[in-house]
């Protein structure tokens, strides 16, 4: 089992940046593969991005690529998200999400087995 705690949101104007940080519980951090997802106000959990166990393989949705970084340190196990020139529809509670079952390609909710509380990041115009 792992635990998740996400940190670093809060309001940021458009055009700015912001990190996030996950730490997780454990000491097999590094067995398993990591991701964000997003959920805004009246819309469904939304794909992010993901990072492989390893920090080899990632993937973004497409509304972020270009913009967001996702990272990882497994010996302070915990995975990052570095999100720069936010956009207002950025706004959402983020959460990251831990697995550790082989991925295809890890973009679906039901693909992930932990999840954090999440963290709120409001952009504003």
């Known amino acids: 089992q792992v635990q998740l705690v996400e940190s670093g949101g809060g309001l940021v104007q458009a055009g700015g940046s912001l990190r996030l940080s996950c730490a997780a519980s454990?000491?097999?951090?590094?067995?398993?593969?990591m991701g964000w997802f997003r959920q805004a106000p009246g819309k469904e959990r939304a794909f992010v991005t993901t990072?492989?166990?390893?920090?080899?393989?990632?993937d973004y949705a497409d509304s972020v690529k270009g913009r967001f970084t996702i990272s990882r340190d497994n010996a302070e196990n915990t995975v990052y998200l570095q999100m720069n020139n936010v956009k207002p529809e950025d706004t959402a509670v983020y959460h990251c999400?831990?697995?550790?079952?082989?991925?295809?390609?890890?973009?679906?909710?039901?693909?992930?087995?932990?999840w954090g509380q999440g963290t709120q990041v409001t952009v504003s115009s």
């Open positions: 999400a831990a697995t550790r079952r082989p991925l295809a390609r890890g973009v679906e909710s039901y693909d992930y087995d932990y």
């Open positions: 454990g000491r097999t951090f590094s067995w398993y593969a």
């Open positions: 990072i492989s166990s390893s920090g080899g393989r990632t």
